[in-house]
């Protein structure tokens, strides 16, 4: 959803850089150009362009989590740093702060949109990349929360924005039932913590030749792995898929699991164990994402609403959450 003050961020951004001394990896900073790569709610993202270099400056509207618009960068900018041994991430190149605007820059990733059907394991061993590094430069910046205490408190703040909107109380009563099993239930996540990106959706990752890519660590954490491995199979997560229906069967998904295992050289049935026992809680809270968002966004696209409406049907909690927790 681009808005009306594009013009003047960009505008700034690119005075900054082209005042930047030359480095390696931008040689010629004053002949840099930049145009609009996506807007959102939280982000703006551009090209920028110099001689045959490109990288992408990515400017923070608002933090989902509290922050300031540079802490929300700083900490983006610091678990990219803590990541880029994986290569499975964009490489952070500099963090502005010399301005009205400050923004991140990094590595442009000259990818194709992340495919289901053909990049499913290449996914997996991107994952378990990212997991195996340590969180050095970020660990102090990074929230280390109990991930069921988050997600079900983050959900029932989503739930309090519904109020008065067209959401079905059904679906409130629904979501408010799963919310007091899951309470009720002693999940123990025998999992190591992780920096987890929490986000995983399909423009989330990227598919060049030789690897899957994931980028906007807007959300990282540190976590249990299977946070990451439960958001990225939950059917919730799959309904946002681009073209929709996206469903992955039980040997699939068996085999996605196993290539994390594999590159993780851990065992698949423990970490499946793992990823079962949060699965509940990450639907819960996405599914509570989808009413409160709804509820609290005017500007939203039909198939957004669509899906939404399909996502907070009582039908597909009963079945996608309810049969599944005691």
Not at 170 to 185: F, S
């Amino acid at each position: 959803m681009a808005t009306s003050d594009v013009e003047s961020i960009s505008e700034s951004i690119l005075g900054r850089i082209q005042r930047m001394h030359a480095t390696e990896w931008m040689p010629a900073p004053r002949a840099a150009t930049i145009e609009l790569l996506a807007d959102g709610t939280y982000h703006a993202n551009f090209v920028v362009r110099s001689i045959d270099r490109q990288f992408v400056a990515r400017y923070n509207r608002s933090s989902q989590w509290g922050l300031s618009s540079a802490d929300q960068l700083a900490r983006e900018f610091r678990v990219l740093l803590d990541l880029s041994s994986s290569a499975a991430t964009p490489t952070p190149l500099a963090f502005e702060t010399e301005t009205d605007h400050p923004f991140l820059l990094e590595s442009f990733v000259d990818g194709k949109k992340f495919d289901y059907e053909t990049d499913l394991e290449a996914c997996a061993v991107a994952i378990a990349t990212t997991h195996r590094c340590a969180p050095r430069a970020s660990a102090s910046v990074l929230p280390r929360v109990s991930p069921t205490q988050f997600l079900l408190d983050d959900g029932v703040d989503w739930i309090r924005r519904v109020g008065s909107s067209p959401v079905r109380l059904e679906t409130v009563t629904h979501l408010a039932e799963a919310e007091r099993r899951l309470r009720t239930q002693d999940a123990v996540l025998d999992s190591p913590w992780v920096i987890v990106h929490t986000d995983l959706i399909q423009p989330n990752i990227l598919r060049t030749p030789e690897r899957c890519v994931l980028v906007d660590w807007e959300g990282a954490k540190l976590g249990p792995r299977a946070w990451d491995l439960a958001y990225f199979l939950s059917p919730v997560t799959l309904c946002w898929a681009d073209p929709p229906p996206v469903t992955i069967g039980d040997e699939r998904r068996r085999a996605f699991l196993q290539a994390y295992a594999d590159t993780a050289s851990i065992g698949l049935e423990s970490l499946e164990h793992e990823v079962n026992t949060i699965s509940p809680y990450v639907i819960f809270r996405a599914i509570a994402w989808c009413a409160g968002y709804a509820a609290s966004e005017s500007d939203i696209s039909r198939r957004a609403r669509d899906t939404i409406a399909y996502l907070c049907d009582p039908g597909f909690i009963d079945e996608h959450l309810l049969r599944g927790i005691r």
